[in-house]
């Protein structure tokens, strides 16, 4: 009923347009940056803001934007950031994050790695074609990766398979791999790997010139 309740908050367009603002950053919002991000003023921000927080939909800390303190320092400013808690809901209803952790859990004890990597690159090969960095960036997003280019490499900003990963990070991480490399086999100069930071995806997606010597 909680998860229900959370996403029924998102059915307010305003709501919506403030949430996607700020779960597409790199960094804590302000209510200031978030009402120029969804084009709405900053009063009205800050009430939408506030009742996504309190429907664990964005979390909340204080901090001084100037980066000092003490007298004269002014007031800490209210960053937003997307919460890390997951909401689904399904009618009727259905718990698959059991059965996909039981079955994890199984394959981690039958040392299936192996055979696991080789049907999820079998998956990403049938999801292609990509041809190149960009369709690679529009096929991660359908995926629901959040690619974000940061430099050389597009990070991925959401793993879909979080909550496994988090529990088998060594079996699903190594999926998650092969499943992308699957997925970049046809494109031209592009390749994924391991490079895994905290609050992002295990794999990151580059060109492969950029490591050509």
Do not use: W
């Not at 998860?3 to 790199?26: F, K, S």
């Not at 259905?94 to 079955?103: E, G, S």
């Not at 609050?199 to 990151?204: F, S």
Request: negative net charge; proline residues 5%.
């Amino acid at each position: 009923m909680e998860d229900i309740e959370a996403i029924a908050v998102l059915q307010d367009p305003v709501r919506r347009r403030l949430y996607d603002y700020v779960a597409g950053q790199d960094h804590d919002v302000s209510r200031n940056e978030a009402a120029e991000g969804a084009g709405i003023q900053r009063t009205l921000a800050a009430f939408h803001l506030d009742k996504l927080v309190d429907a664990g939909l964005l979390e909340t800390e204080s901090k001084r934007l100037s980066g000092r303190s003490g007298p004269g320092a002014g007031r800490p400013a209210k960053l937003y950031r997307r919460s890390g808690v997951e909401r689904q809901f399904s009618v009727p209803a259905r718990d698959y994050r059991v059965a996909a952790d039981l079955l994890a859990e199984v394959a981690e004890t039958a040392r299936l790695d192996v055979e696991l990597q080789a049907a999820a690159r079998r998956e990403g090969r049938a999801a292609g074609p990509v041809s190149d960095l960009a369709g690679a960036e529009a096929a991660l997003a359908a995926r629901g990766y959040e690619p974000r280019p940061d430099g050389d490499v597009v990070r991925l900003a959401n793993c879909p398979f979080h909550v496994l990963s988090q529990r088998h990070p060594g079996l699903v991480c190594g999926m998650n791999l092969a499943l992308l490399e699957g997925l970049l086999e046809g494109a031209d100069g592009v390749r994924a790997r391991m490079d895994p930071r905290p609050g992002l995806c295990c794999v990151v997606v580059e060109s492969s010139k950029n490591n050509e010597s």
